[in-house]
């Protein structure tokens, strides 16, 4: 029999403590509110202990690997490198648990109390929370729902025994010989193309025309010539039918160009999207709307029809990303104080962590012309950088979108090494107003990487000292 006990007011309650829900919490505390955050699971949500940063503790991993057997080219030879794949996996799960350490302790210094247990709505302003078959209620003035998302499961690839999500992929303590993904989207190259270069046998099955299908073919081309050095093997156009699996091994069934084929692997990763984490919160029985896809409608300010309470992060529409749910996690808490304050997407960085890397902030040349700006773009490439020369990493470019008639950056794209930070400088053009003009003039130090997204400008311009311009 479930007993509530007691009732506790809060001013802001926070279900869900991923990047989302911990920054709200934590900087709505900063702001003089009482706060209680809940979570079902770890702290840290999918992104800390199951997505981002393990994923990119692997990734990184991988790529030290492969540079120890491939540096021949600097004049290095190793010998005998080998992967210890359970300590592999032992390093990673360090690094996760000094950033949700990190996490936790945050919240406990800034006055959040933090409850592991699963939340439902009774009324707009109140929830219970479940700890096994006890529950306790909690009454708020304000509530920020941060439950985030998980990996979509199709009917014909149930998740268990050798077909895996990227949860199951993340932890697996042996190195495959042959994987089979099915997805060419960034989850699936990401963690596909770690495996290849952990020596795994990869195969991608993409139903669209080209794998990371969100991004233009003049990036993705670099990352397909990469998984082609990588052994990585991509059908595209391919639709999955069905998987049987044994002790042992896993039988895919997929059709391209008309034709039914077969492979048999030792794994089969489906990664072909994720769904929003808001089935089993209460929301229709409260009001709460949502759309045919599960997500809460907001407004500008992520707040739902129900004025109290806010949704942001996965839940709500727009890219599934980390760093847009702790955006939004920041505006909310700030509303909520009763700052002015609303979202503004316009600067949301995209980053792969493939190899090469990709970044995008803004307008990509054709949404430019699309949204009927005469445009004007400036190119630079990794091989003609010093930086990039000096450390054998010369694929790629960096390419700056603007307004032809103002100079206005409207946007970039860079593929290549380093891209997730290099991307960081444009986003900030972007939200700040510049111009080609105003990147130009910035004095970049050298050598560094960063002197391209100055000689992208530079060429839009006209400019180019390091390119010869027609």
């Not at 739902?304 to 760093?323: C, E, R, S, W, Y």
């Not at 996690?329 to 960085?349: C, L, N, Q």
Request: aromatic content about 6%; proline content about 3%; charged content about 20%.
């Amino acid at each position: 029999m479930v007993v509530g006990e007691f009732t506790t007011e809060v001013d802001v309650l926070v279900i869900g403590s991923g990047p989302g829900g911990y920054v709200a919490a934590i900087r709505a505390a900063q702001l003089g509110k009482k706060v209680t955050i809940v979570d079902k699971a770890e702290i840290g949500g999918v992104c800390l202990n199951r997505g981002c940063i393990p994923s990119k503790a692997l990734i990184s991993a991988a790529h030290r690997y492969q540079e120890m057997n491939h540096s021949q080219d600097m004049g290095i030879t190793a010998e005998g490198a080998k992967v210890d794949f359970q300590k592999v996996q032992a390093w990673k799960q360090g690094v996760v648990n000094k950033l949700t350490g990190g996490v936790g302790t945050l919240l406990k210094g800034n006055g959040v109390e933090i409850l592991q247990g699963e939340a439902l709505f009774v009324s707009p302003n109140e929830v219970r929370v479940y700890q096994g078959n006890e529950f306790n209620r909690y009454k708020f003035n304000h509530g920020i729902i941060a439950t985030g998302s998980r990996p979509i499961e199709l009917k014909a690839f149930p998740f268990g025994g050798r077909i895996l999500s990227s949860t199951e992929a993340l932890a697996l303590e042996e190195i495959p010989q042959s994987m089979v993904v099915i997805g060419g989207g960034y989850i699936g190259i990401e963690l596909g193309q770690t495996f290849a270069k952990f020596g795994t046998k990869v195969t991608v099955l993409e139903g669209a025309d080209q794998i990371l299908p969100l991004f233009e073919n003049e990036i993705v081309r670099w990352v397909q010539r990469k998984l082609k050095k990588d052994g990585v093997e991509v059908v595209t156009k391919a639709k999955a039918l069905s998987a049987e699996q044994t002790d042992s091994n896993v039988t895919v069934k997929y059709e391209v160009g008309g034709e039914e084929k077969e492979i048999t692997t030792d794994y089969l990763l489906v990664t072909v999207g994720r769904v929003p984490n808001t089935d089993e919160l209460g929301l229709e029985e409260v009001g709460i709307k949502k759309t045919d896809r599960g997500l809460i409608e907001v407004d500008n300010q992520s707040r739902t029809n129900q004025g109290n309470v806010f949704a942001i992060g996965d839940v709500a529409a727009g890219p599934a990303l980390a760093h847009k749910a702790s955006y939004e996690g920041k505006v909310v808490a700030e509303v909520i104080a009763g700052h002015a304050g609303a979202v503004d997407y316009k600067a949301i960085p995209s980053v792969v962590f493939s190899d090469p890397e990709i970044g995008s902030v803004g307008l990509s040349e054709t949404e430019a012309k699309q949204q009927g700006y005469t445009v004007t773009t400036g190119k630079f490439n990794y091989a003609a950088n010093g930086r990039a020369l000096s450390i054998n990493a010369t694929e790629g470019f960096v390419k700056v979108v603007a307004n032809k008639e103002n100079g206005l950056v409207l946007g970039a794209q860079i593929v290549g090494p380093g891209a997730s930070d290099l991307i960081a400088e444009l986003g900030l053009a972007i939200e700040m107003g510049a111009t080609l003009e105003d990147i130009a003039l910035t004095i970049h130090a050298h050598p560094t990487l960063g002197e391209m997204v100055m000689e992208a400008a530079e060429n839009a311009l006209g400019q180019g000292v390091h390119t010869l311009m027609k």
